[in-house]
């Protein structure tokens, strides 16, 4: 079946919505034919995206909520069940960046990542999945990792580490629904972008003291890959297409993101220290 067949009514959540791939995913939610609630702390940018739905022909409805509080994503899970209907697509996509060394970051900066980026997709998960297992209808939940999940990247750590965690912890409950039985019904799937376009690298932490000139050296270096990143809304149709196929690993360039898989996959097999791009790998049979 297509993402047209499968995703052409009910309604998304879509958390971190106001921009990004979110904002993607919503614009592309709502062109299938779903009711698309844009989730984001940023009120303003939302409600600009309702505002283009809606004169488009789609269905939105925009609340403001911050991801790291437990208690509003189950008041916001409450409100939409009760006045939209039951979820059909869940994604946690919220998240932030860090740059700089690790000795160097705030501790609120620190906080702030694991808080949004990790505690964010639990809050997620922990105020929506009952009410979905509870409809036996089918439903999708899509948690965002990234390029980053199957990476090590120096003076972006908190961020990697991050995305390391979502995947895992999607791998986890994609065997915990199977576990508990509603996998006949509800489907787990972990999305990993690669470059997509997006205001991440600018609205990210730096740090204020310490080697600043390396964070902002990094940010640099990352808004230089942004010039040649992908548009969020083939991003989205990508990801529509590979979760309507049934996959587990939504990429949403699957040559560019599976090649840092499989990289990721060697060094572990090889157990092969961590070593920078500019750096040779150790080869025993020429040293």
């Not at 844009?38 to 505002?51: F, Q, S, W």
């Not at 501790?107 to 702030?112: E, G, P």
């Not at 599976?258 to 220290?273: D, H, I, K, Y």
Request: net charge negative; with cysteine; proline share 4%.
């Amino acid at each position: 079946m297509s993402a047209r067949e499968i995703f052409s009514g009910g309604v998304a959540v879509i958390t971190g919505a106001g921009a990004g791939i979110g904002a993607g995913l919503a614009r592309y939610a709502s062109q299938l034919g779903m009711t698309v609630v844009l989730v984001d702390v940023n009120a303003e940018a939302i409600a600009g995206l309702r505002e283009e739905i809606d004169a488009a022909g789609g269905a939105a409805t925009d609340v403001v909520c911050d991801v790291r509080d437990a208690a509003a994503m189950q008041e916001l899970a409450d409100d939409v069940c009760r006045n939209l209907g039951p979820v059909r697509l869940l994604v946690n996509n919220a998240g932030i960046e860090q740059f700089g060394y690790l000795w160097d970051t705030p501790v609120s900066n620190w906080q702030r990542v694991v808080d949004i980026n990790i505690s964010g997709v639990f809050h997620g998960i922990r105020a929506f999945l009952p009410k979905m297992m509870a409809t036996d209808a089918p439903a999708w939940v899509w948690n965002l990792s990234s390029i980053g999940g199957v990476a090590v990247v120096p003076l972006q750590a908190p961020y990697i580490m991050s995305k390391h965690a979502v995947l895992a912890l999607t791998e986890c409950l994609h065997l915990e629904v199977r576990s508990a039985g509603h996998d006949h019904h509800l489907h787990v799937q972990a999305v990993l972008p690669g470059a997509v376009v997006s205001s991440i690298f600018e609205s990210a932490g730096g740090v204020d003291t310490g080697d600043t000139g390396a964070a902002e050296g990094q940010r640099t270096a990352m808004l230089d890959i942004k010039a040649e990143a992908m548009d969020p809304l083939a991003a989205a149709e990508v990801v529509f297409d590979q979760a309507a196929e049934g996959r587990f690993y939504l990429l949403t360039q699957p040559d560019y993101v599976g090649s840092a898989m499989a990289e990721r996959a060697r060094v572990l097999s090889n157990q092969e220290a961590p070593r920078l791009r500019t750096e040779r790998r150790f080869d025993p049979a020429k040293n």
